[in-house]
């Protein structure tokens, strides 16, 4: 089945750009998400894009795919302390089920 | 508001007592989920409805079991609750045709069971 990965930490200073990383194994996954999770909320959708595209832009966020690698990337730019949260990576093959990766904590320090 | 909303948001209780968490969503979706978010924040799928109609049933012990009375709930009954059924746990709705727009999420309910 299909198994999401993302390391667990990242730490940047305020106005810099953030980049979270994200593999999936499954190839025939058709789309891919990124979540966020502020503490004590829900997961909360910030974007998504479909396999036949490469690159998504919706404001400050960034979203790369790389199909051949299967790795997904969401940079965020002049990040903010309130942008500090999980960043779940999410995907689907078409079906019902979406898997999510174990989650991205970032860190913003002022 | 339009949301997904569950209830209890937080939830102590003994071994072995029975309990049940609630969710509803006025969304006009058609498909809920039950996921469970463990300490270290995995996510974990545990089922799904569409259309009242139970589509994944993952590997969770039979003393969980869903009930989706019509296609805007989906409650969750636990019996003889465990230590390790301590978790949050996240209901999520979807329109299931379209999956550009991903999950909406309610805003959990902590279980500990002590």
């Known amino acids: 089945g299909e198994d999401v990965e993302q390391s667990l930490f990242l730490s940047v200073r305020e106005g810099d750009s953030s980049v979270i990383n994200c593999t999936y194994t499954?190839?025939?996954?058709?789309?891919l998400y990124w979540y966020k999770q502020e503490p004590g909320a829900g997961l909360q959708l910030l974007t998504y894009?479909?396999?036949?595209?490469d690159m998504k832009q919706d404001q400050r966020l960034t979203v790369l795919l790389n199909k051949k690698d299967k790795h997904l990337s969401l940079r965020i730019a002049d990040t903010q302390t309130g942008d500090s949260a999980i960043y779940f990576c999410?995907?689907?093959?078409?079906?019902?089920?979406?898997?999510f990766g174990a989650g991205t904590r970032l860190f913003v320090k002022a | 508001d339009t949301a997904v909303s569950q209830t209890p948001k937080y939830l102590v209780t003994q071994m072995g007592n029975d309990k049940s968490i609630k969710c509803e969503q006025n969304?006009?979706?058609?498909?809920m989920y039950w996921y469970k978010q463990d300490s270290k924040k995995f996510l974990k799928i545990m089922f799904s409805?569409?259309?009242?109609?139970?589509?994944i049933n993952e590997t969770v012990p039979n003393r969980f079991s869903p009930k989706s009375p019509d296609k805007a709930h989906l409650n969750l009954h636990i019996n003889s609750l465990e230590l390790g059924d301590s978790a949050v746990y996240f209901c999520?709705?979807?329109?299931?045709?379209?999956?550009?727009?991903?999950?909406?999420f309610g805003s959990g309910t902590r279980l500990t069971v002590v």
């Open positions: 999520a709705s979807s329109q299931g045709t379209e999956l550009n727009y991903g999950y909406t």
């Open positions: 499954d190839s025939s996954s058709t789309y």
């Open positions: 894009i479909f396999s036949n595209m």
């Open positions: 999410a995907a689907r093959q078409g079906g019902f089920k979406t898997i």
């Open positions: 969304l006009g979706h058609d498909t």
């Open positions: 409805y569409n259309n009242k109609e139970l589509i």
